[in-house]
C-alpha cells in the first residue's frame, strides 16, 4: 500500500502510469472478501428478528387504549408501505424506473428474513 510520504520513485511511477499506483491502493481479494462475507452477516436479519409496529406485546392487548393506539401506528405504517410501493410503480418518477434502477425499499416496515435492505428492526446489528 502506498503511504502518505511518497518517494521520488512514487512521483516518477505516477507520472509514467497513474492507474499502477491507483490499484496498488485497492485491497487485495483476500481483504475483499473478509469484508463483504462480515458485513453480509451484519447485514442479515435473522427469522426471529421483531420490527417496529408489527407485533404487539400481550400486555398493551390488555390495555385498550395502548391497543387502538398501537393499531392506529401499524395502520400508518402499512400506510406508508403503500406509498412507497406505489412511487415504486409510478413511471413518471425517473429516479424509481428505468433498466438497472432498483426499488427504494430501505424504510419499508416490514421484511421477511435474509438481506433484504427492509424493515424498521427494534435494535441494529451494526
Same mark, same amino acid.
Given at each position: 500500500?502506498?503511504?502518505? %510520504?511518497?518517494? $521520488? +520513485?512514487?512521483?516518477?511511477?505516477?507520472?509514467? =502510469?497513474?492507474?499502477?499506483?491507483?490499484? %496498488?491502493?485497492?485491497?487485495?481479494?483476500?481483504?475483499?472478501?473478509?469484508?463483504?462475507?462480515?458485513?453480509?452477516?451484519?447485514? &442479515?436479519?435473522?427469522?426471529? $428478528?421483531?420490527?417496529?409496529?408489527? +407485533?404487539?406485546?400481550?400486555?398493551?392487548? %390488555?390495555?385498550?387504549?395502548? +391497543?387502538?393506539?398501537?393499531? =392506529?401506528?401499524?395502520?400508518?405504517? =402499512?400506510?406508508?408501505?403503500?406509498?412507497?410501493? $406505489? @412511487? &415504486?410503480? &409510478?413511471?413518471?418518477? =425517473?429516479? @424509481?424506473?428505468?433498466?438497472?434502477?432498483?426499488?427504494? %425499499?430501505?424504510? +419499508?416496515?416490514?421484511?421477511?428474513?435474509?438481506?433484504?435492505?427492509?424493515?424498521?428492526?427494534?435494535?441494529?446489528?451494526?
Amino acid at each position: 500500500m502506498p503511504t502518505e %510520504e511518497a518517494t $521520488e +520513485k512514487d512521483w516518477e511511477l505516477f507520472m509514467k =502510469k497513474p492507474e499502477v499506483l491507483l490499484l %496498488e491502493c485497492f485491497p487485495s481479494q483476500i481483504q475483499a472478501t473478509i469484508v463483504m462475507a462480515i458485513l453480509d452477516v451484519l447485514s &442479515n436479519h435473522s427469522p426471529d $428478528e421483531e420490527y417496529l409496529g408489527e +407485533k404487539s406485546e400481550s400486555a398493551w392487548a %390488555e390495555n385498550p387504549v395502548i +391497543k387502538t393506539t398501537f393499531e =392506529k401506528f401499524n395502520g400508518k405504517l =402499512k400506510e406508508l408501505e403503500g406509498i412507497i410501493d $406505489e @412511487r &415504486n410503480a &409510478n413511471k413518471v418518477l =425517473k429516479n @424509481r424506473n428505468g433498466a438497472g434502477i432498483v426499488p427504494y %425499499e430501505f424504510l +419499508k416496515p416490514f421484511s421477511e428474513p435474509g438481506v433484504t435492505g427492509k424493515g424498521v428492526p427494534y435494535s441494529i446489528s451494526i
